[in-house]
C-alpha cells in the first residue's frame, strides 16, 4: 500500500484518449472546412461593425440579420458576406457606418449590387478583416490592463467563487450582482432567459422582461460590465463577468462579448445539440468560429458536460463526461485556444443517498483535476438532488465547497439552499458565498496535507472511469460523432444530422472562392 499526492492514473491510457479525441476532432475540422452558417456570417458583419437594427414588422431586427438575409436571397452567401460587403462599399463609395444607415433607413440591398472588380473587392475584404481584428485585440489588451491594475482572485491560488443573477430584469440583474460581489463573489453569471438560444437573432437593448434570465443582449452585456467594474474599483478587485454562448447566435454572442468586455463564457455545442435540438452541424461549425473569437479576446470557454448528468445516473455516466472533455479540448485547441481558456465543465451530481458517494465525487473531481493540469476547471454544484430541504441542500453544498478546494478547482459555481425552492433571494446567495468564505479559506493549502492510497476506493473509482472513457472514445470514433450522437453515447439524448432547429442555416462552400480572413487572422488550426 502506497500514498501519493496524485491518483494513479495510466498516463499511457490519456494519451491515447487524446489520439482518439484528435481523429474525432478531425471529423468536425472537415465540416469546418466545407461549411458556412448565417450565424457565421452573422458574426462576421458584426466584427466589421454592423451591430444596429432596424424596424421591421414592429420589431428591432439586426441589421447583421437583414443583410444575411438578403445574400442568401440572392444565392450570393457562398462567398461569405464579408466578399458581399466589400464589394457594396467599394460600389457606392461608402463606409460602414454609411452603409450600416441606408440600410436601416432605405431598405439597401446589397444582395443586388452589381459585381465590382474581384481583385479589389477581395484586397478591401482582407483589409476589413485586420481592422477589425486590431480592434478586438486591443479590446483584450485594454482589459487586461485593467486586470493588472487592480487585484485579481486567481492570483489567490484557490477556486473562483461563480454565482448566478436570473431575474429576467437587466437593471434588477445588476443589484443582485452587487450584492453578491459585496458578500465575496468573484464572478457574476447572467442567466440567459429560457429558449433565447433558439432565437435566430440577437434581441437589441436592455431587456426588463425575460422568464428565467435575462436577455443575452449587447446593450445589456455593456450595463452589466460598468456596475461591475464600478464596484471593482471600489472594492481594489477585479470581477468578472459570464454570460451565455450557445444555440443558434453562438458566434454572434461571442463577439458582442469580447466587445463589451467578458470574461467568461458558457460556450459548447454539445449542450445545444442535445438539450436544446439544434441542428448538430450548425452547432459544431458556429462553435468553432465563436472560440475563435474567445481565444483572441482572452475569454475562458465553459463546457457543459455537468448538463449530461442531470438526464442520466451521474455515478454511471462518468465516461461520457470524461469522453466529451477530451473532445471539448481538441476543438478549442483546434480554435487556437489554450488549454489555460478552457474552464472544462463537471459537476457533483451523484446521488447523495448513495454510500460512499462523497468518495467517488472527490475520484472524479481529482481524475480531472489531473487529466486537464492546467485548465481552469469549472466545477458545478448539485442541482438534480436538490429539494425545499433547505437544510441538507446547504449541507450538500459545503461538501461541495470542500471537494473543490481540496481537489484545487478553478472555478467554483456555488449552490444555494433554496434553489429547488424559488429563484434565490439575496440573502440565500449570500449564506451561500458565506460558506463559501469560511470553506475556501479554512481549508486553503488543504491539498498538500493529504495523499491517495494506491489501492483505496478513490482511485480504483477513478481509474474505471478512465477505463471506460477510453473504450467509449474508441467506439466514437469507430462510427463517427455526429453518428454517436444518434445512437445516445451522450445524455441518452439521440439528435440526427439533418435535424434539429437552424438546419436551413448550414450551406456549403467552396474555399477558392469563399472569403473569410478572420479563420486565420485568428489562428484556426483548421
Excluded at 25 to 53: K, P, Q, W
Excluded at 252 to 267: H, Q, T
Excluded at 301 to 311: C, F, R, V
Excluded at 327 to 346: K, R
Aim: glycine share 8%; aromatic share 8%; net charge neutral.
Amino acid at each position: 500500500m502506497a500514498y501519493s499526492a496524485t491518483l494513479p492514473l495510466s498516463t499511457r491510457k490519456i494519451a491515447r484518449c487524446r489520439e482518439i479525441a484528435r481523429s474525432i476532432g478531425g471529423e468536425v475540422a472537415e465540416l469546418v472546412e466545407s461549411h458556412s452558417t448565417v450565424g457565421t456570417e452573422r458574426a462576421v458583419l458584426r466584427l466589421l461593425g454592423f451591430n444596429d437594427a432596424l424596424q421591421w414588422e414592429g420589431l428591432l431586427f439586426p441589421t447583421s440579420n437583414f443583410l444575411v438575409d438578403q445574400l442568401k436571397a440572392s444565392e450570393r452567401l457562398n462567398e461569405g458576406a464579408l466578399f458581399w460587403v466589400a464589394n457594396a462599399l467599394l460600389s457606392t463609395g461608402l463606409g460602414i457606418s454609411e452603409l450600416e444607415q441606408r440600410t436601416i433607413k432605405e431598405g439597401f440591398d446589397i444582395g443586388k449590387v452589381a459585381p465590382f472588380d474581384k481583385s479589389k473587392v477581395a484586397k478591401l475584404a482582407n483589409q476589413l478583416a485586420k481592422d477589425s481584428f486590431r480592434k478586438l485585440v486591443q479590446y483584450r489588451k485594454t482589459r487586461s490592463g485593467l486586470k493588472r491594475k487592480l487585484h485579481d482572485p486567481v492570483s489567490e491560488k484557490r477556486p473562483l467563487k461563480y454565482v448566478i443573477v436570473a431575474t429576467g430584469n437587466i437593471f434588477e440583474d445588476v443589484t443582485q450582482a452587487r450584492a453578491a460581489v459585496m458578500d465575496g463573489a468573484d464572478a457574476i453569471a447572467v442567466i440567459r432567459s429560457t429558449a433565447q438560444s433558439l432565437l435566430d437573432y440577437v434581441p437589441q437593448g436592455t431587456t426588463t422582461e425575460g422568464f428565467g434570465g435575462t436577455y443575452a443582449t449587447q446593450a445589456n452585456f455593456r450595463l452589466m460590465r460598468q456596475a461591475l467594474d464600478e464596484l471593482g474599483q471600489e472594492q481594489n478587485r477585479y470581477i468578472r463577468l459570464t454570460n451565455y454562448c450557445s444555440g443558434l447566435c453562438m458566434s454572434e454572442i461571442a463577439v458582442l462579448a469580447a466587445l463589451e468586455g467578458l470574461d467568461f463564457l458558457l460556450n459548447d455545442a454539445m449542450y445545444g445539440i442535445l438539450f436544446r435540438d439544434i441542428n448538430p452541424r450548425r452547432t459544431l461549425i458556429d462553435q468553432h468560429f465563436s472560440r475563435l473569437i474567445c481565444g483572441v479576446s482572452d475569454i475562458w470557454i465553459m463546457t457543459g458536460e455537468d448538463n449530461y448528468m442531470k438526464t442520466t445516473d451521474a455515478k454511471e455516466s462518468g465516461d461520457q463526461v470524461l469522453a466529451s472533455q477530451f473532445i471539448n479540448e481538441v476543438a478549442a485547441l483546434n480554435a487556437g485556444m489554450t488549454h489555460e481558456q478552457m474552464s472544462i465543465g463537471h459537476a457533483m451530481e451523484m446521488d447523495p443517498s448513495y454510500k460512499k458517494v462523497i468518495l467517488y465525487e472527490i475520484a472524479r473531481a481529482q481524475m480531472t483535476r489531473q487529466i486537464f493540469p492546467k485548465c481552469p476547471l469549472k466545477y458545478m454544484c448539485n442541482t438534480k438532488y436538490k429539494t425545499g430541504d433547505i437544510f441538507t441542500s446547504h449541507a450538500v453544498d459545503t461538501v461541495f465547497n470542500f471537494i473543490g478546494s481540496f481537489t484545487q478547482q478553478g472555478v467554483l459555481l456555488l449552490g444555494m439552499p433554496t434553489e429547488a425552492v424559488h429563484t434565490p433571494f439575496l440573502q440565500d446567495r449570500s449564506l451561500s458565498i458565506r460558506n463559501a468564505n469560511y470553506i475556501l479559506n479554512g481549508s486553503l493549502g488543504i491539498s498538500n496535507e493529504f495523499g491517495y492510497r494506491s489501492d483505496g476506493e478513490i482511485s480504483r473509482f477513478a481509474q474505471k472511469v478512465l477505463d471506460d472513457a477510453l473504450k467509449l472514445l474508441e467506439k466514437i470514433d469507430g462510427m463517427g460523432l455526429l453518428k454517436s450522437i444518434e445512437k445516445r453515447y451522450f445524455a441518452d439524448v439521440s439528435r440526427t444530422v439533418e435535424g434539429g432547429k437552424g438546419a436551413a442555416g448550414v450551406f456549403p462552400v467552396e474555399r477558392k472562392n469563399y472569403l473569410n480572413p478572420f479563420f486565420e487572422l485568428m489562428g484556426s488550426k483548421i
